[in-house]
């Protein structure tokens, strides 16, 4: 019995210091990364000048041409992440304030992901090598569920979020591959294959008071930033499109762009344009905002 407890305790002393040193190493290579996602991207960088920076889900992605917005002579950079919520795109806010990045303007799709306060695991998991070495990061996630495994537990959130920070995307950083997310200004272009051209949003409603959408739209007042929320268009065939208007009832200052838009040739999915539709709405956008 002696033995076999002193044998577990060995073990299990062996297996917290292996944890410390894996975390440690993973996290070391996170911090020298910056060319795999937008979050790296601007957590390992210097001050940046912009004059546009857009945030949101693929609905922003998808949507805003970058490359247009820099035809016009202003420096754009598309920050919209495919999956995120607007609990990403705060905390991707928050990074770039605490970098000192001088901005002129957000331009912030809202839309969908005001139905919700939720983090969006796939997106979210991507700020958590920088857990312990951030206080804007840990802050964050503090009222999250597992924020105590989190923060006491060494690796736990490498393991649990293994397919996304785990070693198949450590190695990829530490060798410096490169991804596509950074290409063409952020803006990821879809093609004209068809995916699903029915959606149905009935059931969707806005929250009356989200509490990223109104952190983000306060850091911009803090910080001269011209703020401007807007909704993307959707296809024709939209059951529930009466949606767009409780967010115009709820939150007036956004505007609905949603019927920019309608022709199904311009759309690759129901909820995300093809190139073609994004440089008409991008054209929009850009006159309506910044023909001055």
């Known amino acids: 019995m002696k033995q076999?407890?002193?044998?577990?305790?060995?073990?299990?002393?062996?297996?917290?210091?292996?944890?410390?040193?894996l975390d440690y190493?993973?996290?070391?290579?996170?911090?020298?990364?910056?060319?795999?996602?937008?979050?790296e991207y601007v957590y390992n960088s210097k001050a940046r000048n912009y004059d546009v920076v857009i945030l949101?889900?693929?609905?922003?992605n998808n949507h805003f041409v970058s490359e247009m917005f820099e035809q016009k002579g202003l420096k754009t950079f598309n920050y919209g992440m495919s999956g995120g919520h607007l609990f990403e795109a705060d905390l991707?806010?928050?990074?770039?304030?605490?970098?000192?990045?001088?901005?002129?303007?957000?331009?912030?799709?809202?839309?969908?992901?005001?139905?919700?306060?939720?983090?969006?695991?796939?997106?979210?998991?991507?700020?958590?090598?920088?857990?312990?070495?951030?206080?804007?990061?840990?802050?964050?996630?503090?009222?999250?569920?597992?924020?105590?495994e989190l923060y006491y537990?060494?690796?736990?959130?490498?393991?649990?979020?293994?397919?996304?920070?785990g070693f198949r995307e450590m190695f990829f950083s530490m060798i410096h591959k490169k991804s596509?997310?950074?290409?063409?200004g952020g803006y990821y272009s879809l093609g004209t294959t068809k995916g699903n051209m029915k959606n149905n949003i009935i059931s969707l409603n806005p929250l009356a008071h989200n509490k990223y959408y109104e952190e983000i739209k306060q850091l911009c007042k803090a910080n001269n930033i011209n703020f401007i929320a807007v909704m993307t268009p959707m296809c024709e065939n939209v059951v529930g499109m009466d949606y767009f208007d409780k967010v115009k009832k709820s939150y007036p200052e956004i505007y609905n762009y949603e019927n920019v838009v309608?022709?199904?040739k311009y759309f690759s999915s129901c909820g995300h344009m093809n190139n073609a539709g994004a440089r008409?709405?991008?054209?929009?956008?850009?006159?309506?905002?910044?023909?001055?």
């Open 180 to 184: 596509k997310l950074l290409d063409n």
């Open 25 to 39: 190493c993973y996290t070391s290579v996170y911090l020298q990364s910056n060319n795999r996602n937008k979050i």
């Open 92 to 148: 991707m806010l928050k990074l770039m304030l605490e970098r000192k990045y001088k901005i002129k303007t957000v331009i912030l799709e809202a839309d969908l992901n005001l139905c919700n306060e939720h983090q969006a695991e796939g997106v979210a998991a991507k700020y958590l090598p920088y857990f312990y070495v951030s206080e804007t990061v840990r802050k964050h996630f503090e009222n999250e569920d597992d924020f105590k």
């Open 4 to 21: 076999f407890l002193g044998f577990t305790i060995k073990t299990i002393i062996i297996t917290v210091v292996l944890a410390i040193l």
């Open 153 to 165: 537990i060494p690796f736990y959130r490498y393991i649990k979020y293994e397919t996304k920070i």
């Open 262 to 264: 309608l022709e199904d």
């Open 56 to 60: 949101g889900s693929s609905r922003a």
């Open 280 to 292: 008409i709405f991008t054209t929009r956008i850009i006159n309506d905002f910044f023909s001055k």
